[in-house]
């Protein structure tokens, strides 16, 4: 340990009192030539109507954008699903259900003013109004 700082001791008094009569000066016979400059290329951005990935075109600006038709909400008549009966002897179902307050019994397929019942269980049934269907489930 005493010869570690020893050298770092050795080192720092040699560095502060530093002999000048050592120094060297190198002369250079080489002239001096500057470098030759390289101008930039410039470039610009354009803007890109295709798509790189898809390879397709974008639209053109100032088109009508395409508006959704949104189909008229049907306005349901009331339905109330009252339950299920089932014969004991034939295994069919057959569905109360109040259609404009009036009792109907149905069955599968069946279809009374304008409702078409698709199937049904226990629970829930699914009917058909106009194209659109529709769960109803039991009236407790």
């Given at each position: 340990m005493v010869a570690v700082w020893g050298?770092?001791?050795?080192?720092?008094?040699?560095?502060?009192?530093?002999?000048?009569s050592e120094q060297i000066v190198q002369n250079s016979t080489k002239p001096f030539i500057p470098k030759?400059?390289?101008?930039?290329?410039?470039?610009?951005?354009?803007?890109?109507?295709?798509?790189?990935?898809?390879?397709?075109?974008?639209?053109?600006k100032g088109s009508k954008p395409e508006r959704m038709?949104?189909?008229?909400?049907?306005?349901?008549?009331?339905?109330?699903?009252?339950?299920?009966?089932?014969?004991?002897?034939?295994g069919e179902h057959v569905y109360v259900l109040q259609i404009n307050n009036k009792e109907h019994l149905l069955k599968r397929g069946n279809k009374i003013e304008g409702i078409t019942l698709i199937k049904g269980n226990s629970k829930s049934i699914v009917v058909k109004y106009k194209g659109e269907q529709k769960t109803i489930k039991l009236y407790e």
């Open positions: 050298t770092i001791g050795f080192k720092a008094w040699d560095g502060l009192n530093g002999n000048d030759k400059v390289v101008i930039a290329d410039t470039f610009s951005v354009q803007n890109i109507t295709r798509d790189p990935f898809l390879g397709t075109i974008e639209k053109q038709i949104v189909p008229p909400k049907i306005k349901w008549i009331p339905i109330v699903y009252n339950g299920i009966l089932k014969n004991n002897v034939t």
